[in-house]
């Protein structure tokens, strides 16, 4: 699963979390969320076999696991290829940044064992919708579209601030959580520069 910054990544993680949990045993369950920690995934596994699942991993049945911006696990790609191919009851749910999840390498090292799902920021449409508006969008006054438009336009479509209403905190989030972690944290860390 991949999309830009704060598009609901983590968010939809947790809500297949929940509906999992409603038919399974919470010990089949791995969230591992690798925005703030880089691990080994491998050592995190082991750990993770010996005391919780406490019997080897084929002997579990099936196990769920949810690896939130994997772009900043430690050859990540190789565990997940090496874990589905020996293991076929795991099944993995992975997000991270389009960038390192359609690259070449990770393209052709998990061929044909993965279905990629694109976030994408909120439609004008999905927008309007969430503005709590009774008029189907088209049947709306086009004054009144037309400076919903320009609003959906400063707030970029980002499902977090859609409701906010200051202008200043819409556009310190986007800079701050948007541009400036990916420019100055996560471009540097993934890509050595």
Do not use: C
């Amino acid at each position: 699963m991949t999309d830009l910054r704060r598009f609901g990544k983590t968010t939809t993680l947790y809500q297949l979390i929940e509906k999992i949990l409603a038919f399974e045993d919470p010990r089949r369950i791995l969230y591992l969320s690798f925005h703030e920690i880089n691990a080994d995934l491998r050592e995190v596994s082991s750990f993770y076999e010996k005391n919780v699942l406490m019997k080897p991993i084929e002997e579990a049945g099936r196990v769920y696991v949810f690896l939130d911006e994997v772009q900043y696990a430690w050859d990540w790609n190789s565990t997940v290829k090496r874990s589905y191919d020996l293991y076929p009851k795991i099944k993995f749910v992975i997000s991270g940044s389009s960038t390192i999840l359609l690259s070449r390498e990770v393209l052709e090292r998990l061929a044909g064992r993965f279905t990629l799902i694109e976030l994408k920021q909120l439609t004008f449409k999905e927008f309007w919708r969430r503005g709590g508006f009774k008029l189907g969008i088209w049947n709306a006054p086009k004054r009144r579209m037309e400076i919903y438009f320009m609003e959906y336009l400063r707030k970029t479509g980002f499902p977090e601030i859609v409701d906010w209403s200051s202008e200043v905190k819409n556009s310190e989030y986007i800079g701050n959580t948007v541009v400036d972690r990916v420019m100055i944290r996560d471009a540097p860390r993934i890509f050595k520069t």
